[in-house]
């Protein structure tokens, strides 16, 4: 499936960015997904659950912000967020662009964790070496 090694990829990226940060448990995971991303949101949920597994972000909740299609609109020569991805086209003078600023992302753009206090006591991030080996 599809989604299932997207969902290993975020998972992945993220446990790296917990790590980096000194963030123990990870609570929530934020992500940005367009419309055109090709990513079906309810099946990302559903892989989310079986690829944190075991990782510091089991248990985490997944929150996805859908981004709508946003198009450049050549004759009203502003940005248009489109009320659907298709047609693409301004939903105000109707003229069809392919120019399109937002709605095909994927992106990782937040997380809430806990602190790891033991992380503050004098050791630096060379403790990430000996996590690393489990
Ligand atoms: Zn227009």
Redesign the pocket.
């Known amino acids: 499936m599809h989604e299932l090694s997207i969902t290993h990829s975020l998972v992945e990226l993220a446990t790296e960015e917990a790590r980096r940060r000194g963030l123990g448990r990870i609570r929530a995971v934020h992500l940005r997904v367009g419309v055109l991303s090709g990513v079906v949101t309810e099946a990302l949920r559903f892989c989310f659950d079986v690829a944190t597994a075991g990782t510091p972000l089991e248990g985490a909740r997944l929150l996805v912000d859908e981004v709508p299609v946003e198009i450049f609109?050549p004759?009203?020569a502003e940005p248009?967020i489109l009320p659907a991805p298709l047609p693409m086209a301004?939903p105000?003078?109707g003229?069809r662009s392919a120019e399109v600023l937002r709605g095909r992302e994927l992106e990782l753009y937040a997380l809430e964790g806990e602190l790891e206090l033991y992380a503050l006591e004098g050791r630096d991030h060379d403790a990430d070496a000996e996590d690393r080996g489990a």
């Open positions: 609109c004759r009203c248009k301004c105000v003078c003229t």
